[in-house]
C-alpha cells in the first residue's frame, strides 16, 4: 500500500545540512497498523509526513497502491492527499467553529448537498461516540474528546491511509487507551491503513501490528512487533522494549543495594524472557521440582502483545550450582532466554 524506495529528505539549518531521513526503503502493508518509534530528531514525523508530500523527499519514490505520488503535479497531489488523513498531537481544531463545524469543514469543496454532509457528519459523530456533541464548541470539550473530533475529521473524505503523529501525546494514561482502542476499532471497522507515530513503545504495543525502530533518519529494526518485542536486536529497540516493562528495574535495585536484590553465597538471579509458546507452560514450578530448586520470583511482567502471552520474570534462584546450570540449558532449549543477572555461586 505504502511504499518507500531510497527516500531521502535534507534541511537546511544553521549552515549545515541534516538528513532528516535517509535513504530509506519500506513497504507498509494494506489494512495494518504500523508503528514507528524512535526519539526526539530520529526522523519519525518527516518520513510519515513524505506519505502524504508535507514533506516533499529530497530524493526517491514515494508510491501509494500504484501511484508514484512523488512525481504528480499539483492539482492531482491534492486529489491523491484525499486519501490521507492526519491527526496531531494538539487536535488542530477551530475555536470559533462547533464540533459539527469542524467535522463538516474537508467536505467544503466536495460537491455534497448540505443534506448529505448533515448525514455524513451525524455518521462520523456516531462513530466516535459524540453524537450528542455536535453543537459544542472545542473548548467545552475534554483532550479525549477534541482528539476525536479531530479523528472524525480525518475520516471526513473516506481517506484509505490515517497519519497519526503523536497523537496521544498530551493525553493522560486512560485517554490514550481509549484513543488506541478507537484507532483499533476503525482499523477493524474501515479497514483503513494506520501509521502511528510515536516516542512510546507502549502505544506500539497496545494496537499496531508491525514496527519500524528509527535512529539518526534511518531505519534500524523492523518487523512484526511481537517479534520485535521478543527478540530486540538493536541496542535502542532493547531501551524501547525495557521501557514497557518493570523487568530492567532490577539492574537499579542491584545499584541500590535494596535487601531483596541481596543474594546469600549459592544463589543467583536470573532474569527469564519468555516468547509465545513457552509462557503458558509451567516452566518455573517444573524446573523447581526436577533440579531441587528454589525460585523466588522477585517480579514479573506477563501480558498479551495480540493473542500470544509474553514477557518474563525476575527471580532468585538456589540450590547446586550444576542443577541452576543444566536449569539454565532446560530453559533455552524451551526458547526462554535466560540472562544470569548477579551470580553468588562462585565462592570469593
Do not use: W
Amino acid at each position: 500500500m505504502i511504499i518507500f524506495e531510497n527516500v531521502s529528505k535534507s534541511f537546511e539549518a544553521y549552515g549545515k545540512t541534516v538528513e532528516a531521513v535517509n535513504d530509506v526503503n519500506l513497504r507498509l502493508e494494506e489494512g495494518k497498523i504500523h508503528g514507528v518509534i524512535g526519539f526526539s530528531g530520529a526522523g519519525k514525523s518527516t518520513l510519515v509526513r513524505c506519505i502524504n508530500l508535507l514533506e516533499k523527499p529530497t530524493a526517491g519514490k514515494v508510491i501509494l497502491g500504484n501511484t508514484e505520488i512523488t512525481s504528480l503535479p499539483e492539482k492531482k497531489l491534492r486529489e491523491e492527499r484525499k486519501k490521507i488523513g492526519m491527526i496531531f498531537q494538539q487536535f488542530n481544531l477551530f475555536s470559533s467553529r462547533t464540533v459539527f463545524q469542524n467535522i463538516a469543514y474537508p467536505l467544503k469543496h466536495s460537491g455534497m448537498k448540505k443534506n448529505e454532509i448533515k448525514d455524513k457528519v451525524n455518521s462520523l459523530l456516531k462513530l466516535v461516540d459524540l453524537h450528542d456533541k455536535a453543537e459544542a464548541y472545542p473548548s467545552q470539550l475534554s483532550g479525549g474528546q477534541k482528539q476525536r473530533v479531530a479523528i472524525a475529521r480525518a475520516l471526513a473524505n473516506d481517506p484509505k491511509i490515517l497519519l497519526s503523529d503523536e497523537s496521544t501525546s498530551a493525553l493522560d494514561p486512560q485517554t490514550t487507551k481509549s484513543i488506541l482502542r478507537l484507532l483499533k476499532e476503525l482499523n477493524g471497522k474501515l479497514g483503513i491503513t494506520i501509521v502511528v507515530i510515536t516516542h512510546e513503545m507502549q502505544v506500539i504495543k497496545e494496537i499496531c501490528d508491525n514496527v519500524v525502530v528509527m535512529e539518526n533518519g534511518k531505519i534500524v529494526e523492523q518487523g512484526d512487533v511481537f517479534q520485535v518485542f521478543a527478540n530486540p536486536v538493536k541496542q535502542i529497540t532493547k531501551d524501547f522494549v525495557d521501557s514497557t516493562s518493570n523487568l530492567s528495574m532490577i539492574h537499579e535495585l542491584i545499584k541500590d543495594r535494596v535487601p531483596i536484590a541481596r543474594l546469600n553465597e549459592g544463589e543467583c538471579i536470573l532474569k527469564f524472557t519468555y516468547i509465545a509458546h513457552s509462557a503458558s507452560e509451567a516452566l518455573v514450578s517444573y524446573i523447581s521440582r526436577k533440579y531441587n530448586l528454589n525460585v523466588n520470583i522477585i517480579f514479573g511482567n506477563i501480558e498479551l502483545i495480540g493473542e500470544y502471552p509474553i514477557g518474563g520474570l525476575v527471580s532468585i534462584v538456589s540450590g547446586a550450582s550444576e542443577d541452576i546450570t543444566e536449569a539454565i540449558e532446560y530453559l533455552r532449549n524451551k526458547d526462554v532466554e535466560v540472562e544470569v543477572i548477579l551470580d553468588a555461586r562462585i565462592s570469593h
